[in-house]
């Protein structure tokens, strides 16, 4: 029995660069004295995220908000990341820098020999188009720790975009958010929150109909006019969450043998081998 030893982060990250390196250091510090093998970052982990989703959130201490610092993905940053992760594999949500000058919100996964995969995000949320670019497609890709597909917050919403990497052989699926709690009706309490719920509920419901683990990572703590739900977890491809660091900052840490776990779950009822996608038909076209 191979066991993968994996955890997901719930953090609050901010416009400073280098403390927000200073924070994934002590978090990667802390995943590798566990025996972590693979760590996910939450989305904008290196620069931040947006201080609003409706262009209504004040500049911080009175100055100009230009947004997270764009960061190449050959850059000395992500390779400042790659040399922190070293042997571990780590995935980390940042402002990417596109070589046709456009910014847009993705995320990497590193170890010590470099960049593994990268990914941009396709679905945009209600003003993030107004920042960022959007991506045009979902892969996996091969890494020490198994094949792997990362989406980024909002992105999993959409059925499509995991069972596009399921399809593409991905065994664990990376997500990392920062999903904030509701702005209208709010709640003090954030585990009674209804985004709160849907954020959880498209971790279960994603693993469950791909049968793949799924680690989800997420911003805690408020920035700008947000207030993020925490809530990283680990969930395996039945859809039973194996950790969960609850609305708080903190890591969620499991260890499960996840080619056993996924041939377990697939035995009997196999919903990627039993699709019939001759069947999924709408306005005369056919679904893949």
């Known amino acids: 029995m191979t066991t993968l030893r994996m955890a997901a982060v719930a953090a609050e990250f901010g416009r400073d660069l280098e ?9 990667i510090k802390e995943a590798r004295a566990d025996g972590v093998r693979l760590l996910a970052l939450p989305e904008a982990c290196l620069g931040g995220y947006l201080l609003s989703l409706d262009n209504t959130a004040p500049a911080q201490a009175g100055e100009l908000d230009e947004g997270p610092p764009a960061l190449a993905l050959d850059g000395p940053e992500v390779r400042r990341l790659a040399a922190l992760a070293g042997e571990m594999t780590v995935v980390a949500g940042y402002c990417e820098a596109g070589v046709d000058g456009r910014r847009y919100n993705s ?4 170890n010590g020999d470099g960049v593994l995969g990268n990914h941009r995000k396709v679905h945009q949320p209600l003003s993030e188009d107004a920042s960022y670019a ?4 979902f892969h996996a890709f091969d890494t020490p720790v198994g094949r792997i597909g990362m989406m980024i917050c909002y992105d999993k919403a959409f059925p499509e975009s995991a069972r596009a990497l399921a399809l593409d052989g991905a065994e664990i699926g990376v997500v990392v958010s920062a999903w904030p709690a509701a702005r209208t009706n709010p709640t003090t309490d954030l585990t009674d929150d209804r985004w709160k719920r849907r954020f959880d509920l498209f971790d279960r419901a994603r693993a469950l109909e791909n049968q793949i683990v799924w680690v989800s990572a997420n911003q805690a703590g408020t920035f700008g006019s947000l207030r993020f739900v925490g809530s990283a977890k680990v969930v395996d491809p039945g859809g039973d ?32 081998r039993d699709r019939r996608p001759e069947t999924y038909t709408y306005a005369g076209a056919v679904s893949a």
């Not at 959007?134 to 497609?137: A, E, F, L, M, T």
């Open 19 to 27: 403390e927000d390196f200073a924070i994934t250091e002590r978090l």
């Open 107 to 110: 995320v990497v996964c590193v």
């Open 134 to 137: 959007s991506g045009d497609r």
């Open 241 to 272: 969450i194996l950790a969960d660091t609850g609305v708080g900052a903190g890591l969620a840490v499991a260890e499960l043998d996840v080619a056993q776990a996924l041939e377990t779950a697939r035995r009997s009822m196999g919903h990627l």
